[in-house]
């Protein structure tokens, strides 16, 4: 029966990363202060969509609450870690782990901290190991993102796959499909 619960999981969670990743435009969502912001000339945007760390609200909140998520702030973590919380402890994780994930994905912002060697960064590593911050474009969040919640990569305990291997801690793309461009915004062009 755990067997089947985690496989259905995999093949749920493999789904949510694959739609994550297939934006067609090379981005990954906005993140506006607010529902509603207002730019220099006056134009009023409206806040769909919200992408602080990835894999945050496509994967571990509940799908009932993504519209509510989406239109929250970055700070709202008293409503929403709770359910990030349950997902990690969902697949017989333990809580520690859950607590540790929790504290690096919220409050759900990436963050920069330029007093640290430039070297250092990555999603995930950086909080783990006091690095520089933020994430690169060629960081693969959702691997990173699967070893951290699945592996004993952070937590032997509970561990369903060795960090980043099949069957729950890789989704097998090694690399971006197009070459970064070395201009800003550096994103790869859309196809």
Sequence with gaps: MLKQKIW?????????????????????????????AKDDGGQVY?????????????????KANHDLYNRTQPYNTATFLPQ??????SFGRPLSLAQTLGSVL????LVVNTARDPST?????????D????????DDVVDLGLTAIFSSF???????????ELPLCTDNVDNNDRQ??????YLATPH
């Design 8 to 36: 259905a999981g995999a093949a749920v969670l493999g789904f949510a990363l694959a739609a994550t990743g297939c934006a067609d435009d090379g981005t990954e969502g906005a993140s506006l202060a607010g529902s509603a």
């Design 46 to 62: 409206e806040q769909v969509e919200f992408l602080g760390n990835p894999l945050v609200s496509e994967v571990t909140i509940m």
């Design 84 to 89: 990030t919380a349950a997902f990690v402890t």
């Design 106 to 109: 919220y409050p759900d912002i």
């Design 121 to 129: 960064s990555g999603w995930l590593s950086w909080a783990l190991a």
């Design 131 to 138: 690095g520089w911050g933020g994430r690169n474009l060629s």
């Design 154 to 164: 952070l937590e032997p305990a509970g561990a369903l796959c060795a960090p980043f």
């Design 180 to 185: 970064f461009s070395n201009t800003f915004p």
